[in-house]
């Protein structure tokens, strides 16, 4: 592996981090999220997503959530999106950049979005028309790619095949896998990153679940495959409501600790990170599920030894 690289990290936690909550954070503590962590560092802030709200009514202010960030030059501001609509109301709202959902299977993607494996490739051809038209980077996730929690075992013939049709349909920004259940072990991240490096030059990204707490073991492992953009929520928050059991993404905090002490930058201030982290889980009444945001980075600072 080689070290003194820049790792970028996605902050999802305005989006994936508040989308399976039981409390609905107030419009106002969402926006002072998305501002927090970008002073901390962040460039990539995944905001919101662009998706029904009688589905998941966490998400249901989108459009003001964009409209009350003060946004900061040089940073990406992302929204998800699942169809045509959601990606024209994305783009109406003021969106930096897309990230589009394909399941890698149809039991997932009934679930979640409505459609199967094929209608949501299907689909991806009417999202990159609006993307293209807007001059806007489009990334295509596949979701469940480590394991769907209605299926069980997804392979890495099912991950490649699903990634070569995505990218029949481009122009795409990048690729990214995600561990929506928290099921994968490095084993199997290291065969999947170098099975879709096979099929695309294009940047990969990775998205992990803490929920086994294999998480950071394999963010480390597609580090080593090349990935350079992994996903992370501030304070471990984060689930998806069409996957049961699926826990808290990988905790930014830990991450970018992580990485820092393994000779990689990050950008992040890890101490203001975990703070953003803290207060959120404050108004939501919920704990903070990361190691560094309960025990404090390592070493402890000069001044409180």
Same mark, same amino acid.
């Not at 820049?6 to 926006?31: C, F, W, Y």
């Not at 009514?57 to 459009?63: F, G, L, R």
């Given at each position: 592996?080689?070290?003194?690289?820049?790792?970028?990290?996605?902050?999802?936690?305005?989006?994936?981090?508040?989308?399976?909550?039981?409390?609905?954070?107030?419009?106002?503590?969402?926006?002072?999220?998305?501002?927090?962590?970008?002073?901390?560092?962040?460039?990539?802030?995944?905001?919101?997503?662009?998706?029904?709200?009688?589905?998941?009514?966490?998400?249901?202010?989108?459009?003001?959530?964009?409209?009350?960030?003060?946004?900061?030059?040089?940073?990406?501001?992302?929204?998800?999106?699942?169809?045509?609509?959601?990606?024209?109301?994305?783009?109406?709202?003021?969106?930096?950049?897309?990230?589009?959902?394909?399941?890698?299977?149809?039991?997932?993607?009934?679930?979640?979005?409505?459609?199967?494996?094929?209608?949501?490739?299907?689909?991806? !051809?009417?999202? =990159? %028309? #609006?993307? +293209?038209?807007?001059? $806007? /980077? *489009?990334?295509?996730?596949?979701?469940?790619?480590?394991?769907?929690?209605?299926?069980?075992?997804?392979?890495?013939?099912?991950?490649?095949?699903?990634?070569?049709?995505?990218?029949?349909?481009?122009?795409?920004?990048?690729?990214?896998?995600?561990?929506?259940?928290?099921?994968?072990?490095?084993?199997?991240?290291? !065969?999947?990153? =170098? %099975? #879709?490096? +096979?099929?695309?030059? $294009? /940047? *990969?990204?990775?998205?992990?679940?803490?929920?086994?707490?294999?998480?950071?073991?394999?963010?480390?492992?597609?580090?080593?495959?090349?990935?350079?953009?992994?996903?992370?929520?501030?304070?471990?928050?984060?689930?998806?409501?069409?996957?049961?059991?699926?826990?808290?993404?990988?905790?930014?905090?830990?991450?970018?600790?992580?990485?820092?002490?393994?000779?990689?930058?990050?950008? $992040?201030?890890?101490?203001?990170?975990?703070?953003?982290?803290?207060?959120?889980?404050?108004?939501?009444?919920?704990?903070?599920?990361?190691?560094?945001?309960?025990?404090?980075?390592?070493?402890?600072?000069?001044?409180?030894?």
């Amino acid at each position: 592996m080689t070290t003194s690289a820049h790792i970028e990290i996605v902050e999802v936690s305005p989006r994936d981090g508040l989308q399976n909550e039981a409390v609905t954070l107030d419009t106002r503590h969402k926006i002072a999220l998305v501002e927090q962590t970008v002073a901390a560092g962040a460039r990539r802030v995944e905001v919101t997503s662009f998706v029904r709200p009688d589905r998941v009514p966490q998400m249901a202010d989108a459009e003001a959530v964009l409209a009350g960030i003060t946004r900061v030059p040089g940073v990406s501001y992302a929204g998800l999106v699942l169809n045509r609509r959601g990606t024209e109301r994305a783009v109406d709202a003021g969106v930096d950049e897309l990230n589009y959902v394909v399941p890698a299977t149809d039991v997932f993607g009934g679930r979640n979005q409505g459609v199967t494996v094929a209608e949501a490739i299907r689909a991806l !051809e009417g999202v =990159a %028309a #609006v993307a +293209d038209t807007a001059r $806007l /980077p *489009l990334t295509v996730t596949v979701a469940v790619a480590f394991g769907c929690p209605y299926q069980g075992e997804v392979s890495t013939e099912e991950v490649a095949a699903v990634v070569r049709d995505v990218l029949r349909v481009g122009p795409l920004a990048g690729v990214a896998l995600a561990d929506t259940i928290g099921a994968g072990v490095p084993a199997e991240v290291h !065969e999947r990153f =170098a %099975a #879709v490096r +096979d099929l695309t030059d $294009l /940047p *990969l990204r990775a998205h992990f679940h803490d929920t086994r707490k294999t998480g950071l073991a394999n963010a480390l492992a597609a580090v080593a495959e090349g990935v350079r953009t992994l996903d992370s929520s501030a304070a471990g928050l984060g689930g998806c409501p069409f996957a049961p059991g699926a826990a808290g993404n990988v905790a930014t905090e830990d991450l970018a600790w992580l990485l820092e002490r393994s000779g990689f930058t990050t950008g $992040l201030d890890i101490a203001a990170i975990a703070a953003a982290g803290a207060e959120v889980c404050g108004h939501l009444g919920t704990r903070v599920r990361s190691g560094v945001g309960s025990a404090g980075p390592f070493p402890v600072p000069s001044d409180q030894t």
